[in-house]
């Protein structure tokens, strides 16, 4: 009776063992050095079967564990379940992007800047991002002319004062994939170039 006991308690202290431990959810940023997007993968490894999107600099993600290098995605969008993309991409910080798209900024480091002007666009464009979700149905949108000239401006962050991809033409059709509370990150379907442009700056009928 005394072993089958001890066994017992052997099998229930293994099963204990072999339950993974829980992890808490938290938010980290998709930060590559050069500010271009990052693959999100099916499986923590680089295959050319594998790629489930590629992610815009500065998305917001929910990571729900960190293991040999890969952090695992809860990518609720579409079929998907989860998705793994390698760590050195992300950051825990709040980012913005300088003139060459490559400064990362955390919350002490905006107290840090001299230039008044250039922490109010970081505080403004980090909050931007804080806001930020992915669109599970991408839908369409039309350029709506911010200037006479009949175009408007899609840029590399969410902010005025971001810098410049390109002009967007009226009537120019996009593909909305993200959205922020002022801004949506879109995709220009002919070339694949991501952006933001400012909800003001478009329309879901041509104008």
């Not at 952090?71 to 300088?98: E, F, H, T, W």
């Not at 666009?121 to 149905?137: A, E, G, H, I, P």
Request: hydrophobic share 40%; net charge positive.
């Amino acid at each position: 009776m005394y072993k089958r006991i001890v066994s017992l308690a052997l099998m229930a202290a293994l099963t204990v063992m072999l339950i993974p431990a829980a992890h808490a959810d938290f938010t980290m940023y998709v930060s590559p050095q050069k500010g271009t997007t990052v693959n999100l993968r099916s499986t923590p490894e680089i295959k050319n079967n594998n790629l489930i999107a590629k992610i815009p600099y500065g998305t917001p993600l929910t990571v729900k564990y960190i293991a040999n290098g890969w952090a695992v995605i809860d990518y609720n969008v579409g079929s998907y379940g989860d998705g793994y993309m390698m760590v050195k991409y992300l950051s825990y910080d709040y980012i913005a992007p300088s003139a060459d798209n490559q400064k990362k900024t955390s919350n002490q480091d905006v107290a840090a800047v001299e230039d008044a002007a250039m922490a109010k666009q970081y505080r403004n464009m980090n909050s931007q991002f804080k806001t930020f979700r992915l669109v599970t149905t991408p839908f369409i949108v039309y350029g709506k002319p911010e200037r006479v000239a009949g175009w408007s401006h899609l840029r590399f962050a969410p902010n005025e004062k971001a810098q410049l991809i390109r002009q967007v033409r009226q009537n120019e059709i996009l593909t909305v994939i993200g959205e922020t509370d002022r801004w949506y990150q879109v995709q220009d379907p002919t070339t694949g170039i991501i952006g933001y442009i400012s909800r003001f700056y478009v329309s879901t009928t041509p104008n």
